[in-house]
């Protein structure tokens, strides 16, 4: 995959993406990340690419041409998917992530100060996306975390080809807990079933956990869900 990610502050992601997953990614060939300042699109030799709102009120928005030229510099047609981070977006969800993985080449665009003039919203991009009900300073850590979420889903990304499929949210509820060595930490023991060597209690086990919590932290994912397999018990 390849990603494009326009911003005022390009030095902002050169961290997160030079460490961990997305590093081991690049590295394999499997993701291309550029980043592109705006700001070499401006129209005036100071470089500004922002100006005041018409119709008043506070902050600063990011003016049309450089935004555009921007975008169409780094578009290729039929290839690219043009995404805009704001909370005005429609929620990215696992399903949404699955789905952006399948896609070629992602060009990510976000709103500094107020935002970003709505004429280039109208004409240049493909899907607003929100990351949640809040408002950041900026949308750089939007589009890291669309970045960090999205590439799970490339093959060959993560260690074991199942890991992202057995992840929360991927069946519509939480993922089951886990646990490792030691057998006892601070007088807490790990739950007998999964030592017992039994995979179809344990499957069973981890289904009725991840129900459980699910129903008890988030119950607007139950209410969501069409079906569930087997009756939820809150004993298990």
């Known amino acids: 995959m390849e990603i494009d990610i326009l911003s005022l502050f390009p030095e902002y992601f050169r961290g997160p993406f030079d460490v961990s997953m997305v590093q081991r990614a690049r590295e ?3 993701l291309d990340i550029r980043l592109t300042d705006i700001r070499d699109f401006s129209e005036n030799k ?5 100006d005041r709102p018409f119709g008043g ?4 928005v990011l003016c049309p041409g450089p935004v555009a030229q921007a975008i169409r510099s780094s578009r290729r047609k039929g290839r690219s998917r043009v995404i805009y981070l704001s909370p005005q977006g429609s929620p990215l969800t696992a399903a949404k992530c699955q789905e952006l993985a399948k ?12 935002g970003v003039d709505e004429r280039v919203l109208e004409s240049d991009i493909d899907e607003e996306i929100s ?3 809040y408002v950041l300073t900026s949308g750089c850590a939007a589009a890291i975390v669309l970045v960090d979420s999205v ?8 260690g074991h080809p199942d890991a992202a499929q057995e992840d929360s949210f991927q069946d519509g509820i939480f993922d089951a807990p886990h646990y490792t060595r030691p057998e ?8 007998p079933v999964l030592l017992a060597g039994n995979h179809a209690e344990i499957r069973k086990w981890r289904r009725s956990q991840a129900l459980e919590k699910t129903h008890r932290v988030r ?3 139950m209410r969501n869900k069409e079906k569930i397999s087997e009756p939820l018990s809150l004993n298990c």
Do not use: C, N, S
């Not at 100071?46 to 922002?50: L, M």
């Not at 896609?103 to 107020?114: A, M, Q, R, T």
């Open 219 to 221: 119950p607007d994912l």
């Open 28 to 30: 394999a060939g499997l």
């Open 57 to 60: 009120g506070p902050g600063m």
């Open 46 to 50: 100071h470089r500004r690419v922002d």
């Open 184 to 191: 006892v930490f601070e007088g807490r023991l790990v739950p």
């Open 131 to 133: 990351i949640g009900d």
């Open 151 to 158: 590439i799970r889903f490339i093959p060959g990304v993560l």
């Open 103 to 114: 896609e070629e080449h992602l060009i990510l665009l976000f709103g500094h100060y107020e």
